[in-house]
């Protein structure tokens, strides 16, 4: 039927969250500007060592890549035609001397003389000799070792080398596809021993010699025992022989690859790979270099070096470069940073560079990449730096932020004491004030015989008397709370019965509680469990309660007084018929100095103390006060306080429950 609220708070505490939040945003405030500042100077700081950092890095890798013109411009003089020599011996001697992977010679008019194209060399096709036309005409039909006979007269007969050594050649052949291999290589040794042989061309110009030392290597297969050696050596000198008869470049290419095949072991041919590389660059078109310095070519990671006139062109691989040019620019590099020659194109391919620095005029498109051994030394410094800056900065703003809040507390509970001061002066002061003025009246109307008759006189005398005793209330309330708020109410627990509280109740209680008839009624439980209390201030309590149902309660009266236990807990409570309270005054009401209806509170003698003394007193036995009301209706203020049993259970057995009683 009631309204409830139970534990209300004191409402005036939350008065000191404006003065806490003022006082943290005076610290929070400023401390984060502070680490801000800090952080951003720090950042600003780290910037400007990077700057001086890449300053001193960058110079050094500019003075790396001046260095690199000066190597360029001493490796293009080197690059002049040998004087004397043919563009064959040339080739050969350039290469010798290791100056590139492979070179393109030039005349004087930019035409290319080494090595020969395929077109230059070619051009000598001749007429057939109708000897070995007879010949062919045989083997043609399968009659090889006819056509052997036929090329063996040929080659007997005829004055002309070219002619001989073409018919020789073709009777091996024949006499190798009538099985008669030993024969074809006989031939083919002597052919190879003929001096006056050595120019005999076939009909595109190629030397028949060395392809018939080819062959007869090829002959002689693996059978390594019937001067294949000799053969395989012999040929070897003649390929490396550039100064000797005028070879094709491709014939020479060529028979060297063949060679390496059938002799893979011991063939010795320094040249082949330069005349692959400047045959394969050239296969892809015309050369271009561009003048004093280094340029791609068409083959991919091959570069071009031009020599000072023009004339030898190196053809450089980009692993010699970067080995080539490792001393040139790495001289003398800093302590903490590493050099690294990039060739076009490849620029972030090992990730993030320090720096980066374009590799000199010689070498247009490379660069000079910077890194730095053991990671970036700055950035582990500052890092270290800044955690340190962070670390005390963050201990000085808790120190100021903890200070703060203690400040804060101390502040507001001296506020807190001020008003109450202030608050009790003004109230004791004026409720003072009323039941002496009436003592005084009627005392002065005493005193000057100013009464009727005897009745009256007793009339008055009452009057002072129930006067003395709201003023007795009254002080012993200010003296509680007075006591209460110095924390120095000692309480002296005893064992009690709800019994003995009751009776020193009932001894104390004003008649005009439990008058007329019929106004007052208790109800007290038969198996009530016994307490651990102070007598005096418990009976405080429910006086207080009694006396303010009796205030807020208008005739006919109905106060009642219940007692029971339940759930190891007694509940003592006292109900009244009376005014009841909104939910937001059930809230207040335990408020020190709250008063629903101050004029009303007053007129009834009370000053706003009584229930903040109740609940002061109830908390100290470790028990709740509660009220349940409604407007109009009446109201029910319940004590709840643990029992003797159960404060002794919970000392034996903390986590244990109850059974109550
Ligand atoms: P007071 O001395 O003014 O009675 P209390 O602390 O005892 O002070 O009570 C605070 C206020 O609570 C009272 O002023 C009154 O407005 C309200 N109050 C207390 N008891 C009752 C009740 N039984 N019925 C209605 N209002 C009450």
Same mark, same amino acid.
């Given at each position: 039927?009631?309204?409830?609220?139970?534990?209300?708070?004191?409402?005036?505490?939350?008065?000191?969250?404006?003065?806490?939040?003022?006082?943290?945003?005076?610290?929070?405030?400023?401390?984060?500007?502070?680490?801000?500042?800090?952080?951003?100077?720090?950042?600003?700081?780290?910037?400007?060592?990077?700057?001086?950092?890449?300053?001193?890095?960058?110079?050094?890798?500019?003075?790396?890549?001046?260095?690199?013109?000066?190597?360029?411009?001493?490796?293009?003089?080197?690059?002049?035609?040998?004087?004397?020599?043919?563009?064959?011996?040339?080739?050969?001697?350039?290469?010798?001397?290791?100056?590139?992977?492979?070179?393109?010679?030039?005349?004087?008019?930019?035409?290319?003389?080494?090595?020969?194209?395929?077109?230059?060399?070619?051009?000598?096709?001749?007429?057939?000799?109708?000897?070995?036309?007879?010949?062919?005409?045989?083997?043609?039909?399968?009659?090889?070792?006819?056509?052997?006979?036929?090329?063996?007269?040929?080659?007997?007969?005829?004055?002309?080398?070219?002619?001989?050594?073409?018919?020789?050649?073709?009777?091996?052949?024949?006499?190798?596809?009538?099985?008669?291999?030993?024969?074809?290589?006989?031939?083919?040794?002597?052919?190879?021993?003929?001096?006056?042989?050595?120019?005999?061309?076939?009909?595109?110009?190629?030397?028949?010699?060395?392809?018939?030392?080819?062959?007869?290597?090829?002959?002689?297969?693996?059978? *390594?025992?019937?001067?294949?050696?000799?053969?395989?050596?012999?040929?070897?000198?003649?390929?490396?022989?550039?100064?000797?008869?005028?070879?094709?470049?491709?014939?020479?290419?060529?028979?060297?690859?063949?060679?390496?095949?059938?002799?893979?072991?011991?063939?010795?041919?320094?040249?082949?790979?330069?005349?692959?590389?400047?045959?394969?660059?050239?296969?892809?078109?015309?050369?271009?270099?561009?003048?004093?310095?280094?340029?791609?070519?068409?083959?991919?990671?091959?570069?071009?070096?031009?020599?000072?006139?023009?004339?030898?062109?190196?053809?450089?691989?980009?692993?010699?470069?970067?080995?080539?040019?490792?001393?040139?620019?790495?001289?003398?590099?800093?302590?903490?940073?590493?050099?690294?020659?990039?060739?076009?194109?490849?620029?972030?391919?090992?990730?993030?560079?320090?720096?980066?620095?374009?590799?000199?005029?010689?070498?247009?498109?490379?660069?000079?990449?910077?890194?730095?051994?053991?990671? #970036?030394?700055?950035?582990?410094?500052?890092?270290?730096? *800044?955690?340190?800056?962070?670390?005390?900065?963050?201990?000085?703003?808790?120190?100021?932020?903890?200070?703060?809040?203690?400040?804060?507390?101390?502040?507001?509970?001296?506020?807190?004491?001020?008003?109450?001061?202030?608050?009790?002066?003004?109230?004791?002061?004026?409720?003072?004030?009323?039941?002496?003025?009436?003592?005084?009246?009627?005392?002065?109307?005493?005193?000057?015989?100013?009464?009727? #008759?005897?009745?009256?006189? *007793?009339?008055?005398?009452?009057?002072?008397?129930?006067?003395?005793?709201?003023?007795?209330?009254?002080?012993?309330?200010?003296?509680?709370?007075?006591?209460?708020?110095?924390?120095? *109410?000692?309480?002296?627990?005893?064992?009690?019965?709800?019994?003995?509280?009751?009776?020193?109740?009932?001894?104390?209680?004003?008649?005009?509680?439990?008058?007329?008839?019929?106004?007052?009624?208790?109800?007290?439980?038969? #198996?009530?469990?016994?307490?651990?209390? #102070?007598?005096?201030?418990?009976?405080?309590?429910?006086?207080?309660?009694?006396?303010?149902?009796?205030?807020?309660?208008?005739?006919?009266?109905?106060?009642?007084?219940?007692?029971?236990?339940?759930?190891?807990?007694?509940?003592?409570?006292?109900?009244?018929?009376?005014?009841?309270?909104?939910?937001?005054?059930?809230?207040?009401?335990?408020?020190?100095?709250?008063?629903?209806?101050?004029?009303?509170?007053?007129?009834?003698?009370?000053?706003?103390?009584?229930?903040?003394?109740?609940?002061?007193?109830?908390?100290?036995?470790?028990?709740?006060?509660?009220?349940?009301?409604?407007?109009?209706?009446?109201?029910?203020?319940?004590?709840?306080?643990?029992?003797?049993?159960?404060?002794?259970?919970?000392?034996?057995?903390?986590?244990?429950?109850?059974?109550?009683?």
């Amino acid at each position: 039927m009631f309204g409830r609220s139970t534990n209300p708070g004191t409402g005036r505490s939350g008065r000191v969250w404006p003065v806490l939040a003022a006082l943290l945003a005076t610290v929070i405030i400023p401390s984060a500007c502070m680490l801000w500042f800090m952080d951003a100077a720090m950042r600003n700081e780290a910037l400007a060592v990077r700057q001086r950092l890449v300053q001193a890095y960058g110079s050094e890798a500019a003075k790396a890549a001046k260095r690199l013109d000066p190597y360029w411009a001493a490796r293009t003089e080197k690059l002049i035609l040998p004087v004397g020599l043919s563009p064959p011996e040339a080739f050969q001697h350039l290469v010798r001397a290791g100056l590139a992977d492979g070179f393109i010679l030039r005349d004087q008019a930019g035409g290319v003389v080494y090595p020969v194209p395929p077109s230059v060399a070619a051009g000598r096709v001749g007429r057939v000799p109708a000897g070995l036309l007879a010949g062919a005409a045989l083997e043609q039909d399968g009659k090889a070792a006819q056509a052997a006979a036929v090329y063996a007269a040929v080659a007997a007969q005829t004055s002309q080398g070219d002619l001989a050594a073409q018919a020789a050649v073709a009777q091996a052949r024949c006499l190798a596809r009538a099985g008669r291999k030993d024969q074809a290589i006989e031939v083919l040794v002597a052919l190879m021993g003929a001096e006056q042989l050595a120019e005999a061309r076939d009909d595109e110009g190629r030397l028949i010699v060395p392809g018939a030392g080819l062959f007869a290597l090829q002959l002689m297969g693996d059978d *390594r025992a019937g001067g294949f050696r000799a053969v395989a050596d012999r040929l070897a000198a003649w390929l490396n022989d550039y100064a000797g008869a005028a070879m094709g470049s491709s014939q020479r290419r060529f028979l060297m690859a063949a060679l390496r095949e059938v002799d893979p072991s011991a063939a010795v041919l320094p040249t082949l790979e330069a005349e692959d590389l400047a045959a394969e660059v050239l296969a892809r078109g015309p050369v271009e270099p561009a003048p004093m310095r280094l340029s791609p070519s068409a083959v991919a990671g091959v570069h071009l070096l031009a020599g000072a006139d023009g004339r030898v062109i190196a053809l450089l691989r980009q692993d010699r470069v970067l080995t080539d040019t490792r001393r040139a620019f790495d001289a003398e590099p800093l302590a903490g940073m590493r050099l690294t020659l990039t060739p076009p194109g490849a620029a972030g391919a090992r990730g993030e560079p320090f720096l980066m620095q374009p590799a000199g005029a010689a070498m247009p498109g490379w660069t000079l990449r910077v890194d730095l051994t053991g990671g #970036d030394p700055f950035a582990s410094a500052s890092q270290r730096q *800044r955690a340190v800056y962070i670390g005390t900065a963050t201990a000085g703003i808790v120190a100021v932020v903890l200070l703060a809040l203690s400040v804060t507390f101390y502040l507001g509970r001296q506020v807190r004491l001020t008003r109450l001061k202030n608050d009790l002066i003004a109230t004791v002061s004026h409720e003072l004030k009323t039941p002496l003025s009436s003592m005084r009246l009627l005392i002065d109307t005493l005193l000057e015989d100013r009464y009727r #008759d005897i009745e009256q006189a *007793r009339e008055y005398f009452a009057l002072i008397s129930k006067e003395n005793e709201r003023l007795t209330r009254l002080i012993d309330n200010f003296l509680n709370f007075s006591r209460m708020e110095r924390n120095r *109410r000692a309480f002296v627990f005893a064992p009690l019965s709800v019994e003995e509280i009751l009776a020193a109740v009932m001894r104390a209680v004003p008649d005009r509680i439990t008058h007329p008839p019929g106004q007052f009624e208790l109800e007290v439980a038969d #198996d009530c469990p016994p307490i651990s209390g #102070d007598r005096d201030a418990l009976v405080t309590v429910v006086l207080n309660l009694l006396d303010n149902a009796h205030k807020y309660s208008g005739d006919p009266r109905r106060i009642v007084l219940r007692a029971w236990g339940r759930n190891g807990r007694l509940h003592v409570s006292v109900s009244d018929n009376g005014i009841g309270l909104s939910r937001r005054a059930a809230r207040r009401v335990f408020d020190r100095f709250y008063q629903v209806d101050r004029s009303l509170s007053r007129a009834a003698g009370g000053c706003g103390l009584g229930l903040s003394i109740v609940k002061f007193v109830v908390e100290a036995h470790g028990g709740t006060v509660t009220v349940a009301s409604r407007v109009g209706e009446g109201s029910t203020f319940t004590m709840s306080l643990p029992t003797l049993n159960l404060l002794n259970h919970r000392r034996a057995a903390p986590q244990g429950g109850t059974d109550g009683c």
